[in-house]
């Protein structure tokens, strides 16, 4: 049995500890490991190498991904998708365990539907928003980072007496946002599932100050919805291959903290904490998961449970189809959001 392993997408802390957990279950089962580089432009490539016991070796704790990552979409052409098929063949691949999020599964998704391709999942995204699973891979370490951001931004917004704006990444799901948000202690979240308005938020931080709260912290998701903020795609440039638009070009957090000042008078900052939250060490909870998801990818690829991908329900690890985990992406609740606003 010869296993490639991939990464695609934005990468996050917790990648390797997969990576390693993926190889040394194979090792154990005398399977071969290669490593399909960048992605799924490896596989378009041919860029595809042994992947061996001192490659993974001392990588658990280490943030990135000694794979390296790429955004590419082999299904932009379907001469592309062939040539991974014949890459396949080519490099004598018997599986392939992609590690990734919503567009890193849907490819794999269409490899196993349209061609049967042996291929199964792993999830992994900051954002958190991929379906049939709690957790993703990152999005502890992610939000562990906002929350260190907040503890340090309240210090110096409550000795200033401002309000400090702070940007949070996630695409179309409020995840970071809120439960960064909770545990952090915001006092205010900008969400994409809920359309928030800067005439709300305007009032609270007024109220705040009149209750002797002279600061305020406010989350807002990249992707938030507000009101009185104009939000067409269109203006935001280029796409990448999966169509998505950078969502930093909205410079939301300036906008908001600009509003607030123009608004209250009070003095506002704003601060995006951008790709630090994808940075560092993996937390305890990332190293775990993804060691028990890169295991249990291994176990798929020997029953030959092929199109699943290893996801975590409750405190079990259990095999979701990828096509129901990749059928739309996984918002906050809105009961979680409406109790994040008991803490306003
Ligand atoms: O999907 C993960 C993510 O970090 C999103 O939260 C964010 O919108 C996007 O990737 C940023 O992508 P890039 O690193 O390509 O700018």
Redesign the pocket.
Known sequence: MRIGVLTG??DVPGLNAAIRAVARRSFIYGYEVRAIKNGWGGLVEGNIVPLTRSMISGILHVGGTILGAS?TNPFRDKALARICLDHFQEFGLDAIVAIG?EDTLGVATRFYEEYELPVVGVPK???NDVRGTDYCIGFDTAVTTVTDALDKLHTTASAHHRAIVVEV???HAGW?AIIGGLAGGADYIFTPEVEGSLEDLCEHVQNRWRQGSTFSIIVVS?GARIKEIAYSEEELGAR?EFG?V???RRGLAETVAKEIERRTGFEARSVVLG?L??GGSPTVFDRVLATRLGVHAVELVKDKQFGYMAALQGNKVVSVPLKEATSGIKTVDVELYELARTFF
Do not use: K, N
């Open positions: 997408g934005g955004r999020g995204t900051m954002d990444m996630g695409r970071v990249e990448d998505h950078r969502l930093d790709h939250q994808r």
